[in-house]
């Protein structure tokens, strides 16, 4: 069965731009979560979606968002890109909400 | 607040030897609990999970104990190789929801 994938895996984005990162969880899986990872925060999450519906969300400005669509794929936007969004984001997904496995994560560096 | 933390940022062990990994968690209210295995430019790897009802779980050269009691989580990986080293997370769920929340990681040097 095929893991996690996350496109891109690289970005380079300028200050003030906005940004769309998609992940695609494993076959039969209805939970993504997204998590940002940056040596100083560590892996702090983002937010979750079940079945097109956002089940739970971390304490990130509104700039931050995202949506699932009828097949479990998800996307994240972050709008108006700060310096500090430079990150790893990885995406998770889930059968039960319990068990979670990862993508290889997309880096996204904001210049 | 509610946390997972961890004792030891470095880990260094002998090749062969027993590594043990430590966790402290704070929120009573969690019920599972999962260690990750990271290594440079890949994505956390599921190692085992555990759920509060258990105090002990055992995988392929891995046990995950769990101390409610003390709110600890130990990671035991017998027989330490060298492709064990990476930086090892423990996370927790919260029952109220599906978010993990991760410690800031061990990370393991196996010397050979």
């Known amino acids: 069965k095929a893991g996690v994938t996350q496109t891109p895996r690289y970005l380079i984005k300028t200050r003030g731009q906005q940004v769309t990162l998609s992940c695609s969880p494993i076959s039969g899986h209805r939970s993504v979560s997204w998590y940002q990872q940056t040596p100083g925060q560590g892996l702090q999450f983002l937010f979750e979606y079940f079945s097109e519906t956002q089940r739970n969300k971390g304490n990130f400005p509104g700039r931050f968002s995202g949506r699932q669509f009828s097949n479990s794929r998800s996307e994240m936007n972050v709008s108006t890109l700060e310096l500090g969004d430079s990150a790893l984001y990885l995406c998770?997904?889930?059968?039960?909400?319990?068990?979670?496995?990862f993508g290889p994560g997309t880096r996204l560096t904001v210049t | 607040g509610e946390s997972v933390g961890l004792h030891l940022p470095t880990l260094s062990v002998q090749e062969g030897d027993n590594s043990i990994i430590n966790c402290a968690y704070s929120?009573?209210?969690?019920?599972?609990f999962i260690w990750y295995k990271q290594e440079s430019g890949k994505g956390p790897q599921f190692i085992i999970d555990i759920r509060s009802n258990m105090d002990k779980r055992q995988g392929q050269r891995v046990t995950v104990l769990l101390n409610k009691t003390v709110k600890h989580l130990s990671l035991q990986i017998a027989a330490t190789q060298p492709g064990d080293s990476a930086v090892y997370f423990c996370?927790?769920?919260?029952?109220?929801?599906?978010?993990?929340?991760f410690g800031g990681g061990t990370r393991l040097m196996v010397k050979p």
């Open positions: 998770a997904s889930s059968w039960t909400g319990y068990e979670q496995y």
């Open positions: 996370a927790e769920r919260n029952n109220a929801g599906n978010m993990l929340t």
């Open positions: 929120n009573s209210a969690s019920d599972y």
